[in-house]
């Protein structure tokens, strides 16, 4: 399995599984976890900067979940968003077929290699020397984009927000955070400081592209929990423990 977001999303998945992952014979990842809390950054707003410094030289990946988003996509999805819809004929004829075992059941991720270097798209920032980046990424009117926005992956629709995973508690908290190591990448998203419901409704919806993601590779996850507990849940930050749900 390549390092990219192929390993990423299952990664994702993983830390709110509700039992061990076995990829190709060999464990996968860390422990289920035994509780899941929503950090108080979950419910508040993400103010993306669009600055492109999260969109890394990477292997693009998607289960059946999100192919079946770019095989179902219309010229309207990317017009509303100042995009060619020719760009899908571009990346359907690049997706590659990558086969795994997951818990001995055959899976297919569907994969856009990253360029070779040599043909890789390089940009650079005032604070960050020329990197390359993804090749779907372009420039306009002083932000970067993606080509590809409508169907993007799980991993680059959700890349604030985080999976924070304790060895010793066997926790998961989900909340924000700049992208990657921020010394490094100088990540400028700002985030709010009051609960903001757009921005929880966008989070729960890649959540449950996540749950989906997971079904196709017959992984089940807590996230049906999650979603039971938000739409009980009153106007304010509290801890998910589902504890007595797991065992």
Not at 79 to 107: A, C, D, M, Q, Y
Request: glycine letters at 6%; proline letters at 6%; one cysteine or more.
């Amino acid at each position: 399995m390549s390092v990219d977001s192929t390993y990423k999303l299952l990664e994702y998945i993983n830390k709110v599984a509700r039992e061990p992952i076995v990829l190709d014979g060999k464990p996968f990842g860390v422990l289920p976890p035994t509780s899941i809390r929503l950090n108080e950054s979950f419910f508040v707003k993400d103010d993306c900067k669009m600055c492109g410094k999260c969109c890394p030289w990477e292997t693009n990946a998607w289960t059946q979940e999100g192919m079946n988003r770019i095989l179902k996509a219309n010229p309207e999805d990317f017009l509303v968003w100042g995009l060619s819809f020719e760009v899908v004929g571009e990346l359907e004829t690049l997706i590659r077929e990558e086969h795994h075992l997951i818990n001995g059941k055959p899976v297919v991720f569907y994969c856009v290699p990253k360029p070779k270097l040599e043909n890789a798209l390089f940009v650079g920032w005032p604070d960050r020397d020329i990197q390359p980046r993804c090749r779907w990424l372009f420039e306009k009117d002083g932000t970067y984009r993606c080509q590809i926005h409508p169907v993007r992956s799980i991993t680059c629709g959700m890349p604030h927000c985080r999976f924070y995973y304790s060895q010793s508690t066997r926790t998961t908290s989900i909340g924000l955070s700049q992208f990657g190591r921020n010394w490094k990448l100088r990540c400028p998203v700002e985030f709010g400081i009051e609960i903001d419901e757009e921005s929880i409704k966008s989070r729960m919806m890649w959540l449950r592209r996540l749950d989906a993601a997971a079904r196709d590779l017959s992984i089940r996850t807590w996230i049906p929990e999650i979603e039971e507990y938000m739409a009980s849940r009153k106007l304010k930050p509290v801890i998910l423990d589902n504890k007595k749900k797991l065992f």
